[in-house]
């Protein structure tokens, strides 16, 4: 039976309270006494760095997890969420960072998936017009003007996340848990789903919002709980409450500045790309990187950034050009010989591309390496390896129970760090970071920023692709500018601004490169 909360005004005025929520798993402790309150129609932001227990809380909320100690009342009444279908009876829905949706099915049947409508349950005959209808309803009320009978396969990243809003208002939620909603969202998307929640909210519907974009966070959040190092910090009222003082909260120190970039003297040119055209563009580009310079490519999404820096690895095939590595002609660009010339790729979709996310940290970081592991006989030097690999761990403090551990069971910003330390094994000379700080926390990002400072003091060119304005202006030496896979603009640090670099991106300035 549940037990209800003696203050009534809890009853009153909140949906959820967590009190010494603690879970932890082997060689980890990840909550420890963990405190939370969610009122009734709130939006509501848990703050933290990776790895300061957040996703472990929410999967306790989803029933996930179980718990090790603490309550969970809710609606004034002491719980137990043993399931995840107990947690979607109470009200509660969860939209995970990766959308947990079946591409081959319509908008409708995701929505209903486990749930379906049935006009004959004992034969199992589904009522589609039922389904279809409730779906469009839910559609209607969501101002998305979609066919429910439509494949996801079809839809967009933010349409997608709208199925997966829609799929939780099926359940008539309550509270709704968005982990990292905008990661993947253009600005226009952005708003739109803010217009979204603005509604839910009206309606009386609580959501948790994790994000580590804090601008969001204060035009969409009224309160946030700060979680550091799987322990509770504090809850605080955003209106009341500086970003810096958050960022403090959630870092555990005060950040002197967010981009701490350290001017380095820049040398010889380590990457020439000549005439490069990827497959389907009809625009040629060049451009030369340096040693001891970090280069920022800036551009709108699609303005061909990522697509032009998997060419120039070999990543994907081009239609012409050259790429040079410190003088010296890549003749058959693969990925294999710009490996063995010197470079390095940080993909932005480091857990697809990045990393093998069934392998240790060990075989992670030694796999851009192995041929330079091997003897004579072609055997790996196992005891190399492993002093190879602690040494990278130590050096970039990555937080790990140890080198044996599965990648997968990570923080982001590890993760991250892991990828950056398969490439120094490699002796990489030039390091291409495509959105080097996507989904990690500000703690994490300026370690990530520390360690490009190093790299560049050290003589490696850094080439950064990024959709955060602030980190390019903050951490580039020179900026170059791409609007329709093309180059229409060169900027050093002195010079480029934000307005400028918009400018140019949008194809307002298009003047020649310098």
Same mark, same amino acid.
């Given at each position: 039976?549940?037990?209800?909360?003696?203050?009534?005004?809890?009853?009153?005025?909140?949906? =959820?309270?967590?009190?010494?929520?603690?879970?932890?798993?082997?060689?980890?402790?990840?909550?420890?006494?963990?405190?939370?309150?969610?009122?009734?129609?709130?939006?509501?932001?848990?703050?933290?760095?990776?790895?300061?227990?957040?996703?472990?809380?929410?999967?306790?909320?989803? #029933?996930?997890?179980?718990?090790?100690?603490?309550?969970?009342?809710?609606? +004034?009444?002491?719980?137990?969420?043993?399931?995840?279908?107990?947690?979607?009876?109470?009200?509660?829905?969860?939209?995970?960072?990766?959308?947990?949706? @079946?591409?081959?099915?319509?908008?409708? &049947?995701?929505?209903?998936? #486990?749930?379906?409508?049935?006009?004959?349950?004992?034969?199992?005959?589904?009522?589609?017009?039922?389904?279809?209808?409730?779906?469009?309803?839910?559609?209607?009320?969501?101002?998305?003007?979609?066919?429910?009978?439509?494949?996801?396969?079809?839809?967009?990243?933010? $349409?997608?996340?709208?199925?997966?809003?829609?799929?939780?208002?099926?359940?008539?939620?309550?509270?709704?848990?968005?982990?990292?909603?905008?990661?993947?969202?253009?600005?226009? %998307?952005?708003?739109?789903?803010?217009?979204?929640? *603005?509604?839910?909210?009206?309606?009386?519907?609580?959501?948790?919002?994790?994000?580590?974009?804090? &601008?969001?966070?204060?035009?969409?959040?009224?309160? #946030?709980?700060?979680?550091?190092? /799987?322990?509770?910090?504090?809850?605080?009222?955003?209106?009341?409450?500086?970003?810096?003082?958050?960022?403090?909260?959630?870092?555990? *120190?005060?950040?002197?500045?967010?981009?701490?970039?350290?001017?380095?003297?820049?040398? %010889?040119?380590?990457?020439? @790309?000549?005439?490069?055209?990827?497959?389907?563009?009809?625009?040629?580009?060049?451009?030369?990187?340096?040693?001891?310079?970090?280069?920022?490519?800036? +551009?709108?999404?699609?303005?061909?950034?990522?697509?032009?820096?998997?060419?120039?690895?070999?990543?994907?095939? @081009?239609?012409?050009?050259?790429?040079? @590595?410190? /003088?010296?002609?890549?003749?058959?660009?693969?990925?294999?010989?710009?490996?063995?010339?010197?470079?390095?790729?940080?993909?932005?979709?480091?857990?697809?591309?990045?990393?093998?996310?069934? =392998?240790?940290?060990?075989?992670?970081?030694?796999?851009?390496?192995?041929?330079?592991?091997?003897?004579?006989?072609?055997?790996?030097?196992?005891? %190399?390896?492993?002093? $190879?690999?602690?040494?990278?761990?130590?050096?970039?403090?990555?937080?790990?129970?140890?080198?044996?551990?599965?990648?997968?069971?990570?923080?982001?910003?590890?993760?991250?760090?892991?990828?950056?330390?398969?490439?120094?094994?490699?002796?990489?000379?030039?390091?291409?970071?495509?959105?080097?700080?996507?989904?990690?926390?500000?703690?994490?990002?300026?370690?990530?920023?520390?360690?490009?400072?190093?790299?560049?003091?050290? /003589?490696?060119?850094?080439?950064?692709?990024?959709?955060?304005?602030?980190?390019?202006?903050?951490?580039?030496?020179?900026?170059?500018?791409?609007? &329709?896979?093309?180059?229409?603009? &060169?900027?050093?640090?002195?010079?480029?601004?934000?307005?400028?670099?918009?400018?140019?991106?949008? /194809?307002?300035?298009?003047?020649?490169?310098?």
């Amino acid at each position: 039976m549940p037990v209800p909360i003696e203050n009534e005004s809890l009853n009153r005025d909140y949906l =959820l309270k967590l009190q010494g929520i603690s879970k932890t798993f082997p060689g980890v402790r990840a909550l420890n006494n963990v405190h939370m309150e969610i009122r009734k129609g709130e939006v509501h932001a848990l703050l933290g760095e990776n790895g300061a227990g957040k996703s472990t809380l929410m999967k306790i909320l989803s #029933g996930a997890y179980t718990r090790d100690s603490g309550k969970i009342f809710w609606e +004034g009444n002491e719980i137990e969420i043993r399931s995840p279908k107990e947690a979607r009876d109470l009200g509660i829905g969860i939209i995970y960072q990766e959308y947990n949706l @079946v591409p081959q099915l319509s908008i409708a &049947e995701n929505v209903w998936i #486990g749930r379906e409508k049935f006009s004959n349950e004992a034969l199992h005959l589904i009522n589609w017009k039922a389904m279809y209808d409730s779906t469009q309803k839910i559609l209607n009320d969501l101002h998305l003007s979609l066919d429910p009978r439509r494949p996801v396969s079809g839809l967009g990243v933010a $349409q997608q996340q709208m199925v997966e809003i829609a799929k939780a208002l099926s359940l008539d939620a309550k509270l709704l848990i968005m982990d990292e909603p905008t990661s993947a969202l253009t600005n226009t %998307e952005i708003k739109n789903l803010f217009n979204v929640i *603005r509604t839910l909210k009206k309606r009386g519907v609580s959501i948790i919002f994790i994000s580590h974009h804090l &601008e969001e966070v204060f035009e969409i959040c009224e309160r #946030g709980t700060i979680l550091r190092d /799987g322990e509770f910090i504090q809850t605080v009222d955003l209106a009341d409450t500086r970003q810096d003082e958050i960022i403090r909260l959630m870092v555990g *120190r005060s950040l002197e500045q967010q981009y701490p970039k350290i001017p380095a003297k820049r040398g %010889e040119e380590a990457l020439r @790309v000549e005439n490069i055209r990827v497959k389907n563009t009809r625009t040629e580009v060049s451009f030369s990187a340096y040693t001891g310079e970090s280069l920022g490519i800036a +551009g709108l999404v699609g303005a061909g950034r990522t697509e032009l820096m998997r060419a120039v690895f070999g990543a994907d095939k @081009v239609e012409k050009g050259r790429v040079f @590595v410190f /003088g010296h002609q890549i003749k058959r660009l693969t990925p294999k010989s710009a490996i063995r010339a010197g470079m390095g790729f940080l993909p932005e979709d480091r857990k697809q591309q990045g990393l093998v996310l069934i =392998l240790s940290v060990l075989e992670n970081i030694s796999l851009a390496s192995l041929f330079k592991l091997r003897g004579k006989s072609g055997l790996l030097h196992l005891r %190399e390896e492993r002093r $190879q690999v602690e040494d990278f761990v130590s050096r970039l403090r990555i937080t790990t129970p140890g080198i044996n551990q599965l990648v997968q069971y990570l923080s982001g910003g590890n993760q991250q760090k892991v990828v950056l330390a398969k490439w120094l094994a490699s002796r990489s000379r030039i390091l291409i970071f495509d959105e080097p700080t996507r989904g990690i926390d500000v703690g994490a990002k300026v370690e990530v920023y520390n360690l490009m400072n190093q790299l560049v003091e050290n /003589g490696v060119a850094v080439i950064m692709v990024s959709s955060e304005m602030p980190e390019l202006l903050g951490m580039s030496d020179r900026i170059l500018v791409m609007h &329709e896979n093309a180059l229409v603009a &060169e900027m050093n640090r002195l010079e480029a601004t934000q307005e400028k670099v918009l400018a140019a991106a949008m /194809g307002a300035d298009t003047h020649e490169q310098n």
